[in-house]
């Protein structure tokens, strides 16, 4: 089992940037596809970025491509979601995610373990 801990949360005003980590204890995170989600006060959560276990494949939600990078640095047990040109429809909790099966890596029902989130507020 896998423990995941999110950091890197804050305020931003927009068009700033911020940076989450993801770390990973208890198992590697090499095992794993990785996943972040986020929920907006009100809404569902929902699918943001994700990248395979050999870390050769990403994925993003049209709302966030060509502004949000995932990456993965199995060597440190860490993943990351590089955020630039935040814009204040990205507040949320943002959550980090994994997944022993790459087959639904854009699914909510897709991932096994999940972190308690970090906050991110954007503001106008």
């Known amino acids: 089992q896998v423990q995941l801990v999110e950091s890197g949360g804050g305020l931003v005003q927009a068009g700033g940037s911020l940076r989450l980590s993801c770390a990973a204890s208890?198992?590697?995170?090499?095992?794993?596809?990785m996943g972040w989600f986020r929920q907006a006060p009100g809404k569902e959560r929902e699918f943001v970025a994700a990248?395979?276990?050999?870390?050769?494949?990403?994925y993003y939600a049209d709302s966030v491509k060509g502004r949000f990078t995932v990456s993965k640095n199995n060597a440190k047990d860490t993943v990351y979601l590089e955020m630039n040109n935040l814009q204040p429809e990205d507040t949320a909790i943002y959550y980090c995610a994994a997944a022993y099966s790459s087959m639904a890596v854009t699914s909510n029902e897709g991932y096994d373990y999940w972190g308690q989130g970090t906050q991110v507020t954007v503001s106008s």
């Open positions: 208890g198992r590697a995170v090499s095992r794993y596809a």
């Open positions: 990248i395979t276990r050999s870390a050769g494949t990403t």
